[in-house]
T-cell receptor, first 115, second 113 residues
Framework: DAKTTQPTSMDCAEGRAANLPCNHS???????VYWYRQIHSQGPQYIIH???NNETNEMASLIITEDRKSSTLILPHATLRDTAVYYC????????????????FGQGTTLQVKP | EAQVTQNPRYLITVTGKKLTVTCSQN?????MSWYRQDPGLGLRQIYY???????DKGDVPEGYKVSRKEKRNFPLILESPSPNQTSLYFC???FGGGDQPQHFGDGTRLSIL
């Protein structure tokens, strides 16, 4: 079962920041927060991940609350090509005990970027 | 360019005719995994491999086989395909250990008639 809760859908105007929330209230201390997106039926694309601290890369920023029970993915200047399903996933380090390394994709948030 | 390559991208075949979907990565990743994606069910893990000659079942392994004889390749084998294996398949890979993200191939759409 997915350990995260995301809104089903969101809209964003092109050029504006897209802020995608995720709740993970049962996250454990050794679990990371990952964000992926899937455009149509293409392979899921890794965006960013973090443990405690906020993270930023060339694609996005990840803001994790101090209690780690929720996070927000920020696409600073959304374009039409950012229209996709965005998945928030929590997962332990790959070599944790009994760890298959699998990613549990929930239903995600469908982000529609509009002109 | 770093990538995970799957072949074929599309295949329509008939029940019982053995098929293999290949997956190759050029990133020297230890970990590789296969998922299938079905409407309403999300992505489900079929098999995974922690390294060469080390494979194990995921959540939905029935009807599939895998092998990991080389680090870069992780083929998915359907010995006797059936219509309920019609699906979109993804291969993923990552470095082992720590928090390394998985990188996915472009997918293989299989239709079993």
């Amino acid at each position: 079962d997915a350990k995260t809760t995301q809104p089903t859908s969101m809209d964003c105007a092109e050029g504006r920041a897209a802020n995608l929330p995720c709740n993970h209230s049962t996250i454990s201390g050794n679990e990371y927060v990952y964000w992926y997106r899937q455009i149509h039926s293409q392979g899921p694309q890794y965006i960013i991940h973090g443990l405690k601290n906020n993270e930023t890369n060339e694609m996005a920023s990840l803001i994790i609350t101090e209690d780690r029970k929720s996070s927000t993915l920020i696409l600073p200047h959304a374009t039409l090509r950012d229209t996709a399903v965005y998945y928030c996933i929590v997962r332990v380090s790959l070599y944790g005990s009994s760890n298959t390394g699998k990613l549990i994709f929930g239903q995600g948030t469908t982000l529609q970027v509009k002109p | 360019e770093a990538q995970v390559t799957q072949n074929p991208r599309y295949l329509i075949t008939v029940t019982g005719k053995k098929l293999t979907v290949t997956c190759s990565q050029n990133m020297n990743h230890e970990y590789m995994s296969w998922y299938r994606q079905d409407p309403g069910l999300g992505l489900r893990q079929i098999y995974y491999s922690m390294n060469v000659e080390v494979t194990d079942k995921g959540d939905v392994p029935e009807g599939y086989k895998v092998s990991r004889k080389e680090k870069r390749n992780f083929p998915l084998i359907l010995e006797s395909p059936s219509p309920n294996q019609t699906s979109l398949y993804f291969c993923a890979s990552s470095f082992g250990g720590g928090d390394q993200p998985q990188h996915f191939g472009d997918g293989t759409r299989l239709s079993i008639l």
